[in-house]
């Protein structure tokens, strides 16, 4: 049992660990956890053991900072522990833990989540074959192990990541055989505006494809990716050009490879916000549903509060000044005192998310995207169901996400329907004719990770995780 | 002026090498690496069966959550993407047929 504390945060991001930071600084307990060894979320995610000295980055050198910054304050920092559960007695939260398979508890008087965010991958033909990973995901690899994620990658997506993934492959001595992107020269023109406020980003996006274009990597933009060839590796994939509506209509270029990373931009984890009570509202802009908290992250229900990225997808520099808020916010009302820079930080907070906001623009999705997913594709990985076999079941009556989870069992498989229940509700309300806000997220059930049997306390029966048992309806 | 990046690969200074095995085949990864790290260095970007179909499937989120890395130790099921090298680790694929 981890030692009560005032203010438990789930999440050491930039969101989370300022969180606790400006919280730990007004007086209050804190204790941070996180499943990642050590703090610094997705983004600046830390290097593994294995690497001794690597030439420095942006991401590592903040990263760098703000682990510092932690390591000389109060707070306590619990890495490797994962959260599957979250309840509330009266005032006090219970928070569930497992930590190298064992249960664990925490309580605390008031609970900030900054869980910050997944990818979106559009499922497409041989997205399932080995070799082909996320782009978001891929970025963890780089930065972490610092191993590119194959010899020959085709790196394709949406947004900056990208360019960054791309470049970052090369700098570590991989090839990368082409750049895919469904945006076009023109879609990157209309965010320049909101970019703007930040040209030390804007410099180092140039730099990234100044770099690309001189090593000759072939860049297509207004493509996607619509096969990965190969059945147990990837030997290449089919590279179309799109129509205006995002549907691929043009010409077909083959390029080959042994790796891909494809990703289609960011969604909010919102799940554990959804176990600790949080309504849901559907927001494209901001990645699709998300949590209804403030600009400070404080919420309806008392003693909860959500900041991040994991509150919309406004990108790391408005999730640290979100976090910040929120951690102000959160130790203000237990009755410590509010940092005399709380209103300008409300104004930083604007600032910083017009820029987010415009990187999340360019991964909207479009009415063509849908054509990507040709009827045999795989939609639910954990249970090989492909499209035909989920449109099957919506012809057949099913009207929600729950609906087809109970016919299908789309969702229930180990991933807990993180990587399928985006793509079904987007497929559901394309076909159907429905507002995807009216296609909400299938109740969320723990365990918000996957969790050894022995670990569950009694009234949880489920089998032996990470296969996790159906979820009830 | 931010300096273009260079194009060759920048000098990382890793861990010394210790020795695993994926389904019996002996590999060598930087001590402190991620089982899937080491891998993907080896090649080895086939991880397992779908349980389903039995199709063919490797590590895709490469952040804990999407359990495709899959792998066994010391008979637990665990993912390869947060799984930490160390000598003498047996790492075993979760695949119908042996590889061949
Ligand atoms: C894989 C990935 C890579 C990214 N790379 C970049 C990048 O290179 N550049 C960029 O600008 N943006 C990147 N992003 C976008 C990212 O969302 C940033 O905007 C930023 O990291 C958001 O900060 P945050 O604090 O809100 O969340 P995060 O940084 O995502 O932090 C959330 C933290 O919560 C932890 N967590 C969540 N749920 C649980 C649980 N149940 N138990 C225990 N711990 C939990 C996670 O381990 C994570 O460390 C990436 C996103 C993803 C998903
Ligand atoms: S690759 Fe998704 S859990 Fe490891």
Known sequence: MIDPCDIVILGAGPAGANASLSAARAGARVTLLDEQTQPGGQIWRAKSAAIIKAQPTPESDAGNTLRDCLANSAVTFVGDVRVWQIERTGDIWQVYTVADGQPGKIEAKALILATG??????????????????????????????????????????????FFTASEIRRLGGHVAAIVTPNTR?????????????????????AWIANLTLARVPVLWGHAITRVEGARAVNGVVATKLDASGAPKGKKREIAAD????????????????????????????????????TDGSTKIKGLYICGDGAGIRGAAAAEIQGKLAGMVAANQLGFDLAPDFEALKSAHARAARFGLAMTALSLQKPGDQALTTPETILCRCESLSLARITAEIAKGAESINAIKSGTRAGMGACGGKFCHTAVARMMAASQGVDPADIPPPTARPPLRPVPASVFAEGFDYDDLPISKPAPL | MTPLLQNHRS?????????????????????????LSALIRAVHLYLRDAPEDGAARGAFCCMGLCQECLVLVEGRRVESCRQVVHDGLAVEALKRVPHD
Not at chain 1, 138 to 161: E, N
Not at chain 1, 195 to 206: H, I
Not at chain 1, 262 to 283: C, S
């Open chain 1, 117 to 162: 965010a997944r990818e979106y991958v559009q499922p497409i033909p041989g997205w399932t074959t080995p070799g082909v990973i996320g782009l978001a995901g891929a970025t963890a690899l780089l930065k972490h192990d610092m191993t590119p994620p194959g010899v020959a990658t085709v790196v394709a997506g949406t947004g900056p990541l990208v």
């Open chain 1, 186 to 206: 023109r879609d990157w023109l209309s965010v320049m505006p909101a970019m703007l406020s930040r040209p030390d980003l804007v410099r180092r996006g140039l």
């Open chain 1, 259 to 294: 790796s891909v990373c494809l990703g289609n931009g960011l969604i909010p984890a919102v799940e554990a916000a959804q176990l600790a009570g949080a309504d849901l509202r559907y927001h494209p802009e901001l990645g699709g549903w998300v949590p209804g908290a403030m």
């Open chain 2, 11 to 35: 000098p990382v200074q890793r861990a010394p090498m210790v020795s695993f095995t994926f389904e019996g085949e002996a590999l060598s990864a930087h001590a402190g690496e991620t089982v």
